[in-house]
């Protein structure tokens, strides 16, 4: 069956950093443009950032953008959040998710509902 998996997640204090992985499996997701989403307790699953297909195109949400880098790494089947300087409103699971390329319009790349495959998610907690 098709997957990803999230790791990477945990308790960390504000101005900490941490590195997310998501695997594929049960297909190559190298024809897929991948994002991350987060989702609080209570609140609307949120875009955090979009990679393309190849790696060379990517996007961040305002309140992420200049502390988090998404990457890709095609040959391992897995995309990486490197999230730094983490702040408790941070704080939230994490989820990867894939679309095939071809419906990656810039404006569908922050509408979870245009993903096709997602992973269970990775707890980040930041303390204050």
């Known amino acids: 069956q098709v997957h990803l998996a999230e790791s990477g997640g945990g308790l960390v204090q504000t101005g900490g950093s941490l590195r997310l992985s998501c695997a594929g499996s049960g297909r190559t997701f190298s024809d897929d443009a991948m994002a991350w989403f987060r989702q609080a307790p209570g609140k609307e699953r949120e875009f955090v950032a979009h990679?393309?297909?190849?790696?060379?195109?990517?996007r961040y949400a305002d309140s992420v953008k200049g502390r988090f880098t998404i990457s890709r790494d095609n040959g391992e089947n897995t995309v990486y959040l490197q999230m730094n300087n983490l702040k408790p409103e941070d704080t939230a699971g994490y989820y990867c998710a894939a679309m095939p390329w071809y419906n990656s319009f810039y404006s569908a790349q922050t509408d979870p509902n245009n993903y096709n495959y997602w992973g269970q998610g990775t707890q980040v907690t930041v303390s204050s």
């Open positions: 990679i393309g297909k190849s790696g060379r195109s990517t």
